[in-house]
Structure formats: C-alpha cells, structure tokens
Nanobody
Framework: QVQVVESGGGLVQSGGSLRLSCAAS????????VGWFRQVPGKEREFAAA????????SYANSVEGRFTISRVNARNTVYLQMNSLSPEDTAVYYC??????????????????WGQGTQVTVSS
C-alpha cells in the first residue's frame, strides 16, 4: 500500500505556470503507476495525466496535452505535474492517485485505488 500527498497548488494568473508535486510513502513507490486528476464543484473527477513506474510511458487528456508535463523522480518518491499556459478553465482541485503495476490503460478514477487529499489550483483571468 502507498500513501500520496499533493502540494504546490495556488493562485496564478492566466498564462502562468505551476508545478504540482505528489510525494509518496512506501519503499515500493517505483512499482506504482501514478495519475493526476482534477475536479470542479458539481462535475465528475476527470483524468489529466498519468505516468508508468519508470517514467517511460506517459498519457495526457486532450485538454492538457502540450501544456502539462508529468514526470517522476523515484529516488525522491515524487511525481510532478508541470502546468504551463494555464487558463481559468484549469481551475480545479487536483488529485494525485496511485495504482500498483503497469500503467496500461489506466485512465479512470476506478483504476487508481490510492488517493491524496487534493490541492487547489485557481487561475485568474
């Protein structure tokens, strides 16, 4: 089992950048695929990006591809989400989630059993 904690959220102007971090406990974090999801009030939590255990495979939602970059440093037990060219439509609570094993086709909330508490990202116009 692994526990994850997000950090790095905040308020940024449209066009700006933020980097989110997902820090994990557990010696076998490098055996987990990790995803970032986001949620706005009244809407379902949606997939944003994911990365496999060694960083060799990544996946992005169409809405963030080309602007967001997911990466990981297993020696630090940390996964990052670099977010550039932010717009007010990116305002949401961002969640980190982990799933044991290969990334494969994991893209939904149900594919990831381990979740953090979320970090708020607000983009002002």
């Amino acid at each position: 089992q692994v526990q994850v904690v997000e950090s790095g959220g905040g308020l940024v102007q449209s066009g700006g950048s933020l980097r989110l971090s997902c820090a994990a406990s557990g010696r076998t974090y490098n055996m987990y695929a990790v995803g970032w999801f986001r949620q706005v009030p009244g809407k379902e939590r949606e997939f944003a990006a994911a990365i496999n255990w060694n960083g060799g495979l990544t996946s992005y939602a169409n809405s963030v591809e080309g602007r967001f970059t997911i990466s990981r440093v297993n020696a630090r037990n940390t996964v990052y989400l670099q977010m550039n060219s932010l717009s007010p439509e990116d305002t949401a609570v961002y969640y980190c989630a982990a799933a044991y094993g290969a990334l494969g086709n994991k893209r939904t909330v149900n594919d990831f059993p381990y979740w953090g508490q979320g970090t708020q990202v607000t983009v002002s116009s």
